[in-house]
């Protein structure tokens, strides 16, 4: 899926045109006005629920499940969820204020004459921006209604905003898009997943969020090139023969050649998820601009690594291919590497550069130079950015991380992790997040950072924690599968447990592999490679594991 929506991509980046007229540093408040659009709300995902409206004679109890199931029919702004409430609050209600996915059943229970309770269990949410929360454990809920008798019948004069959607019907109405914004370098893009209504509005809606900004717990680690305060000037983005047509305040006018052609990578990567869209147009109220050619080449998305599983074999450091044969490290780089006994091994993107973790520490090898950095006991695994800076934690503080310099020079990282022990910590490909694997005394947590850089690149703090799924059992470690996904095993008595899950989305548990696992890592298209207890690899692209025919002393992590 990935390669084709790469292919997708560059058709539209091929094809996508960018448009300007005059800029102001703030949203206009003056000029013309211009006529808007409205956005239409029609399914695109093949379903489209019809709910049954409200029954005469229904009692309060009836009418509050009956208004809970309309929260599947979004059509006409859920005029049917509408019908169930009373006339001076059905304009009051917003539906989109947020989803509640439901766990099971609510149970409806009596406080007053006029007033019900609705109890539920949440399995995830989903905020009014897209944003979704999975519930590390059901989370309990209780959310009253008021009634009032309107002609005679019962209807809802008070109720919670948002809707309330089982997980199947959650699945059929809404889809999970991911936002681009670029790392501060500009050489990644990095998503933002979201999920918005499968409807004939989702692209108005994608490229509304995306100029709304990131995530609140991604701010400081990617940046957009839209300015500030850039809108949609039409209220809409409309589709004409597979073009998206992105009509832009004029905000983003003053903007440089470079920024603009950013903004189109940005639009055109967000919107290519959207299957009616092959390229995307953009206008700044309503004049066309040809002049923004980006210099030098697109921002990387998803990046990849070498398919080989890279492997610490004896005294071979390298590359392992099906043979069972090893390609070594060049420059030296594999002879340095086996020299310091490694326990674990983090490869920079060029392959140049190695962080090694040992019986006596954290060592930077770079060629035939090696550079002990860190010698404190009870270290985890090393990881390596793209920007030069080796991370290394300690198993006993989860309070603290510590980003080394190639020359040795440390930078302590403030986290804000709960306590526990830490297990691992690695950076993301793109270099702007963190994932961190905790074993707590409920058991594995596992936890995603932004990764906030000072002018000169350099860290000065991780963001506020993301808690995502983890494997349940005895921690073994966590890793980057993708640019989206993450993996965390951890070891039961019926073998490993292994969930993969998205940042922002869904968690999957794959089947167990048979023995025990000792290291994760993630490979290449997206696949995960685990190492065994007897040193055999596996290999997962997302069902069962599959034998690779290798083995490994370690398994090393590719950037």
Request: with cysteine; charged share 20%.
């Given at each position: ?219 400081g680690a990617v940046v957009s090139a839209f300015p ?218 596992l936890y995603v950072m932004a990764v906030v850089r ?39 008595d019926a073998g490993p447990e292994v969930v993969r ?59």
């Open positions: 899926m990935r390669n084709t929506l790469r292919a997708a991509v560059a058709t539209a980046l091929a094809a996508l045109t960018v448009v300007a007229v005059t800029a102001c540093a703030a949203i206009p408040t003056d000029g013309p006005v211009r006529a808007g659009q409205s956005v239409k709300d029609e399914s695109i995902s093949g379903v489209d629920f019809r709910p049954d409206k409200p029954v005469d004679g229904s009692d309060q109890t009836a009418i509050l499940r009956g208004f809970v199931a309309a929260g599947t029919g979004a059509q006409d702004d859920y005029a049917i969820a509408r019908e169930f409430l009373a006339d001076g609050f059905a304009k009051k209600w917003n539906p989109r204020r947020g989803v509640t996915i439901l766990q099971g059943s609510g149970t409806v229970e009596r406080v007053a004459d006029r007033e019900l309770t609705y109890t539920l269990t949440a399995s995830a949410t989903v905020d009014q921006d897209g944003e979704y929360t999975q519930a590390v454990r059901p989370t309990t809920s209780t959310l009253t209604f008021q009634f009032v008798r309107q002609d005679g019948q019962w209807r809802i004069a008070y109720a919670p905003d948002g809707i309330i959607l089982t997980p199947v019907s959650f699945e059929s109405v809404f889809q999970e898009h991911a936002l681009y914004f670029f790392d501060p370098t500009y050489q990644f893009l990095v998503p933002d997943e979201r999920w918005f209504l499968a409807r004939s509005s989702t692209s108005t809606r994608i490229a509304s969020a995306l100029l709304a900004g990131p995530a609140d717990w991604l701010k500030e305060g850039t809108q949609l000037s039409l209220n809409a983005v409309t589709i004409d023969n597979g073009t998206a047509l992105v009509d832009l305040s004029s905000d983003a006018l003053s903007s440089s050649n470079d920024d603009k052609a950013r903004m189109r990578e940005q639009l055109t990567r967000s919107l290519a998820s959207v299957a009616s869209v092959s390229s995307v147009s953009i206008t700044f109220e309503g004049a066309t601009f040809s002049g923004a050619e980006q210099d030098g080449t697109p921002a990387q998305v998803n990046p990849d690594v070498d398919p080989r599983p890279l492997v610490v074999r004896d005294d071979q450091v390298g590359f392992a291919t099906a043979g069972g044969k090893v390609a070594p490290l060049g420059g030296g780089l594999a002879d340095t590497v086996a020299g310091l006994d490694p326990r674990s091994l983090a490869l920079s993107a060029s392959g140049t550069v190695a962080a090694v973790g040992n019986a006596s520490g954290v060592v930077v090898a770079r060629g035939k130079d090696a550079l002990r950095v860190d010698a404190t006991p009870g270290l985890v695994p090393p990881s390596i950015d793209d920007l030069d800076f080796v991370w290394v934690g300690r198993s006993d503080d989860t309070g603290q991380v510590t980003a080394y310099g190639l020359g040795g020079d440390p930078h302590a990282v403030k986290t804000t992790l709960p306590q526990g022990k830490l297990v691992s910590f690695q950076l993301s490909r793109d270099s702007t997040r963190a994932l961190a694997l905790i074993e707590t005394a409920d058991g594995p947590a000072g002018a000169d690149r350099t860290p000065t703090s991780l963001g506020s924690p993301v808690r995502v799924q983890a494997a349940s059992g005895d921690a073994v470690g966590a890793a980057w599968v993708n640019d989206s996904d993450v993996v965390s095993v951890a070891q039961t899950s998205t940042v922002g989305g869904q968690s999957s548990t794959l089947p167990k592999a048979e023995g025990v696992a000792t290291a994760v890592v993630g490979g290449d298209g997206g696949s995960m490679l685990l190492r065994m207890s007897d040193g055999s690899v596996l290999r997962s692209t997302g069902g069962g594991w599959d034998t690779t025919g290798l083995t490994a002393d370690v398994l090393g992590v590719q950037r």
